[in-house]
């Protein structure tokens, strides 16, 4: 049994094995089929934090793989100290296939895998998003038709999705700068980690998002507060002000360059209608993408790899 906590606990075959169950699953769908993978499997969702894509996209997926999905606000789940932690995953693993956590703490997530029988699902943590990051790439490649040799510029807030999107690249060779404000860069423990763990990883870090993005096969952006930083809003818009992704910073990357945002956005903050409406712009089937990744990620963590073989007529 696997949880997917951080993509660090992955191997690059791994998220291969996903992608690959993603892609076959999404292939059937747009030609109309729906294969019940996960047949009256439950999914059970624990949020501490609002959610559009994740929630839905996972309960699309369960139903569409012929299972379903249960909801539970933290406060009804009992996570703010009802019974304890160990208790809760202990019952609910016991009526759940798998579980998806959003939390403000990654550890918490880690701590309830330990306890629970099933696999737990990383939906997002202060710290890291992996769902969204696996999801980010299968798009790269529907675009470009592979990630090889590319680089992702992330302008802004070094946060929980700048994070994932540098664990994967290091999984898959792909090049990541992260440009962010002085005192907003990823955490130096982690980077340090990253680059223990992948020695070969293509990291580059700036904060002149001018120059940052003069080879951008993607610009990445992402809120400049996120869930659970809204009191310091203002003054965080004052700082991020100069790294906002508008018309005059993608006129300054590669012609052909893409514009991502894993959403939601804050139009007029960090990126401008004009970019996320505009022609480069592929924020919106990174979206959608989201439910074909959950649908990926959810038939490996339930049937394992071999299901690749199934789908392959
Ligand atoms: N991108 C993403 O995780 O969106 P939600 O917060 O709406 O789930
Ligand atoms: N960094 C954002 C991502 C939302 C999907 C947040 O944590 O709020």
Redesign the pocket.
Known sequence: MKHLISLLDYSAEEIEQILAIAAALKSKLKSGKRPALLKRRILVQIFE?????????FEAAMMQLGGSSVFLAAKDAGLNGRESLADVARVLSGYADVVAM?TFSQQLIGDFAGYARCPVIN??SDEL?P??ALADIFTMREVFGKTDGKRIVYVGDGNN?AASLAIISGHLGIGITVCTPKGYELKPAFVKDLKQRFPKLKLSTSHDPKKAVADADVIYTDVWAS?GQEGEADERKQVFSPFQVNRHLMELAPAGCKFMH???AKRGGEVTDEVIDGPNSIAFPQ?EN?MHLAKGLLTWLLRGPQILERLQD
């Open positions: 934090k609002p959610s559009l894509r994740t929630r839905i996209s959003r939906a997002l998003h769902c969204q999705v869930m894993c959403l939601p979206a989201r």
